[in-house]
Each structure stands twice: as C-alpha cells, then as structure tokens.
C-alpha cells in the first residue's frame, strides 16, 4: 500500500509538530514544513509527490493564499487547502476563486481534520 503525501506549511513549529503527528497517525506521509521557501522548493522537486497541500493563512511573508497561487502554478491540479484561526467570507470566496478546495478552521482536532482530509483526497 502506497501512503499518501501531504506537504503541510505553517510557520508555527508546535503546529506543523502537530499536524504532522496527527495525520501520520492516520496513515499518511506527511512533510512539514515552518518556512515557505523551504516547502516550495520541495514542492518543486517532485510535484506529484503531494496528493494533498496544507497551508496556514496568515505567515511572516506571505499569505497562504500566495503560498496556494504558487503551488498551483506549478501544478494546478494539486489540491490545496487553507487552515486559519480566522474564517472570513471573504477570505473563502478569495481562496475558492483561487482553486483552493477548503478553508478549515484551526485548531482542528484529529476528529475533525482527518475526515476533511479524506474528502480532500478523494
């Protein structure tokens, strides 16, 4: 059995900690990244890699917006989603015109992400 990857980016280390140990508990391979740089060069190496991209909202630099426009750009069939403390309509309506498929709000539990994810990934 293949796992799948997720590529999950915030600039929070306990978080991408977090993350990371949630969904490898649920079976899936899981990069962390605290820098966008350092995930987009990842990214860049083996796009097909990543069934599925993570990414927090708001980071030192850029946005997780930009992050998403980046990611697609180099493979728009990727799909990316947004975590944030914050859910606004705005921010929805700006990530879903984008190609982003869900904005989910932090913190989210295993209970909760994992089945998100799922989705996601179907």
């Known amino acids: 059995m293949v796992k799948v990857s ?17 969904l490898t508990r649920v079976g899936y391979d899981v990069c962390g990244f605290t820098t966008r740089d350092e995930a987009i060069a990842a990214f860049r190496v083996d796009p097909q890699r990543y069934s599925l991209v993570l990414t927090d909202m708001s980071m030192p630099g850029a946005s997780g917006l930009d992050f998403a426009v980046e ?40 209970n909760e992400l994992g089945p998100i994810v799922g989705q996601l990934l179907m």
Do not use: F, M
């Open 6 to 22: 997720v590529l999950y980016l915030d600039d929070e280390e306990p978080l991408v900690s977090l993350v990371t140990h949630l």
């Open 71 to 110: 990611i697609l750009a180099i493979a728009p069939e990727t799909r990316v989603a947004i975590l944030t403390g914050q859910v606004n309509e705005s921010d929805v309506a700006r990530a879903t015109a984008l190609g982003v498929r869900a904005v989910i709000q932090k913190p989210a539990s295993l």
